[in-house]
């Protein structure tokens, strides 16, 4: 039976090798890796601007639990590499607002402790300019839905992000029946509706004048009952999302 030190070094070394294998593209489509390694926090995290303990300042404190759902936070992973010390650190997406609106969506580096390292070979790719989105798997394309993308003044922010988790609506609820929470953030709400302005795949119940390939919503992204219910079904937090 393998310790849990084994195991997290098979973990690694699984990672290593995913980190240096180049994403394929079919043809007229993006490249997508078949698999992405991602990371699930069991502990409480502190984050850091550069992989060097303790000479680096915290940039952020993060918790192992989404505040909606309770479900675990879990991350993609950009990077990996080792301290002087010959301690294990990882690069990952992280969710919230970047606060210089110019800049990437944050990205911050975590002690490999507390964690757990996995794959997902899901990915979501939202076109703004088809206003579509594509749902890979394993690096192909598997499904293509028309969607309602965020309108000028509040155009859906474009980037390299994930889902945070999902949400099971009520039926008075507006985007009934779920809503996919992203790490994305609006940049122009700091606040909306009672929340900091996260961007969300939600579907289209209580919402009037939401046509499918049309860009009118605050930001977010409305699906069909069916699509947002397929979506729901399939695409778990952590999963990358890439809008375009």
């Known amino acids: 039976m393998m310790t849990s030190t084994q195991r997290r070094t098979l973990g690694l070394a699984t990672l290593a090798a995913l980190l240096l294998v180049p994403a394929a593209g079919q043809a007229g489509q993006p490249k997508i890796a078949k698999k992405t390694p991602v990371v699930t926090l069991q502990s409480l995290k502190s984050v850091y601007a550069e992989p060097v303990f303790p000479s680096t300042p915290v940039i952020n404190n993060l918790s192992d639990q989404r505040p909606l759902t309770l479900v675990l936070t879990k991350m993609p992973i950009i990077a990996h590499t080792k301290d002087a010390g010959g301690r294990d650190w990882l690069q ?4 919230g607002r970047e606060m210089h609106r110019k800049k990437p969506p944050p990205t911050g580096w975590i002690t490999v402790d507390g964690t757990k390292v996995s794959t997902t070979p ?3 790719v ?10 890979y798997r394993d690096g192909r394309r598997l499904k293509t839905f028309k969607v309602v993308v965020g309108k000028t003044s509040t155009p859906t922010p474009r980037g390299d992000f994930f889902i945070e988790e999902g949400i099971r609506l009520s039926r008075k609820h507006v985007g009934y029946p779920y809503a996919l929470a992203t790490s994305s953030r609006s940049r122009v709400f700091k606040e909306f509706m009672g929340g900091p302005g996260q961007i969300a795949f939600h579907g289209i119940v209580n919402i009037p004048g939401s046509k499918m390939g049309t860009a009118t919503s605050n930001g977010c992204i409305r699906m069909t009952t069916k699509a947002i219910m397929w979506m729901a079904m399939h695409i778990k937090a952590g999963t990358p999302l890439t809008v375009r």
């Open 122 to 124: 899901w990915h979501v």
């Open 126 to 135: 939202v076109s703004i300019a088809t206003r579509s989105v594509h749902v």
């Open 92 to 95: 990952v997406r992280l969710p």
